[in-house]
């Protein structure tokens, strides 16, 4: 199975895939091949990544790519999980790091829409996540709606707040 992570060498990416790659997230007698993708500023952490992984000789780790290439980074994938994305900074507004948010989540589900696997699954992370999620719905229309999730546990805990 192929899962691709954006955002892989960030902080909550490189505490996911070392999971992923352990069966943690499909099994522990399931083989991936980890799709890593992430900005060209963080192209070198992005190797310190995938260099640990190597390292690590996890049984079910079957290959890495680490890419800065969205069409790299999505071609073949089963399963991608969307952690990347802008975060928002320090008199930011919701409606900037959104705008940011759409270029990067067109680019991507283009990406996923032209060369995923035709049953991929998806899961975003990065916030606004339901916004996101939609972006991704609108721009890669052959990914299934029922194929694509996000986590809104954050705005629901803001809520209750």
């Given amino acids: 199975v192929r899962v691709l992570v954006t955002g892989a060498a960030g902080q909550i990416g490189y505490a996911l895939v070392p999971m992923i790659a352990r069966g943690?997230?499909?099994?522990?007698?399931?083989?991936?091949?980890?799709?890593?993708?992430d900005i060209p500023p963080a192209a070198e952490?992005?190797?310190?990544?995938?260099?640990?992984?190597?390292?690590?000789?996890?049984?079910?780790?079957?290959?890495?790519?680490?890419?800065?290439?969205?069409?790299?980074?999505?071609?073949?994938?089963?399963?991608?999980?969307?952690?990347?994305?802008?975060?928002?900074?320090?008199?930011?507004?919701?409606?900037?790091?959104?705008?940011?948010?759409?270029?990067i989540y067109k680019a991507q589900a283009s990406?996923?829409?032209?060369?995923?696997?035709?049953?991929?699954?998806?899961?975003?992370?990065?916030?606004?996540a339901n916004t996101n999620a939609l972006i991704l719905k609108e721009f890669a229309p052959s990914i299934p709606a029922k194929n694509i999730t996000c986590l809104t546990r954050l705005d629901h805990n803001r809520a209750l707040g």
Avoid at 45 to 62: H, I, S, Y
Avoid at 68 to 75: G, H, K, L, S, W
Avoid at 76 to 103: C, L, Q, T, Y
Avoid at 111 to 128: D, G, I, R, T
């Fill in 24 to 37: 943690v997230m499909l099994g522990t007698d399931q083989p991936v091949i980890l799709h890593m993708l």
């Fill in 45 to 103: 952490a992005l190797n310190g990544v995938e260099m640990e992984l190597v390292d690590a000789a996890f049984p079910l780790l079957k290959g890495v790519v680490a890419t800065t290439d969205a069409v790299e980074a999505c071609t073949g994938v089963n399963i991608a999980v969307m952690v990347g994305g802008f975060p928002r900074k320090e008199g930011m507004e919701r409606k900037d790091v959104m705008s940011k948010n759409v270029s």
């Fill in 111 to 128: 990406a996923l829409e032209q060369h995923a696997a035709p049953n991929c699954k998806v899961l975003v992370v990065a916030n606004p």
